[in-house]
């Protein structure tokens, strides 16, 4: 019922509709429990990405719609393969009440000069990872959750994703239940949708970094 849920969303949902409900309540009460899940975007050093327009379901029910997103960083240490050390800086957009359940994203892939949309499942297992405690306490001695996951964008539109480790833990890396990404005629909501209308160019650092490397740069399964 919540993929039909989502699909019904997604199909009545307006590109440019304002940031969407359910956004997070800065005056909830304090808890142990997060009053908020954070997720972030990033790329591979020197091969950009940028994240447009973003839906979430989460597990709760809730909807939130983003088309104001934090940046989509590339990461310095990401060269060549995934690691499950490195971190996307967090920003004050992409927040949510409650884990997510399902992710859908559109994105301008500059390295790959094209537009792709992904839709994603977290597994009930991963779900219930981040609303259970973890083992790991604060320096407080107090409960510590899994609240924030971030997602990595590869050429070939490959997508990663992860729930951030707690202190100095590596990263959790997390196999989504369904994970689907098309471009060009196959895209549905995100077909025009672009930071990029008059075309993808890359920069110097792209260019330097690139040289004398085969396509894809490395191995991001």
Known sequence: MEIMRLAGLLSVLTLTACQ??????????????????????????????????????????????????????????V??????????????????????????????????????ETRLTFAQSDTEKMRQPSVHKDYQGDPTYYDNIQVGLAPEGKVAVWLVGIGAEPNYRVTPSVVTTVSGDKLELCKGVTRFSNGYEYDKDIKDFIKGKKYPYGNWN
């Open 20 to 77: 969407g409900a359910g956004q997070p309540n800065a005056t909830a009460a304090k808890s142990d429990v997060p009053t908020e899940w954070k997720f972030n975007f990033f790329t591979p050093k020197a091969l950009p990405a940028l994240v447009t327009f973003a839906v979430i379901l989460d597990v709760d029910g809730t909807d939130y719609r983003f088309n104001t997103l934090n940046s989509t960083p590339d990461m310095d240490k």
């Open 79 to 116: 060269i060549g393969e995934w690691n499950n050390d490195s971190r996307a800086p967090s920003g004050y957009w992409n927040k949510i009440k409650s884990p997510p359940r399902h992710l859908f994203f559109c994105w301008d892939s500059i390295i790959d000069k094209k537009v792709y």
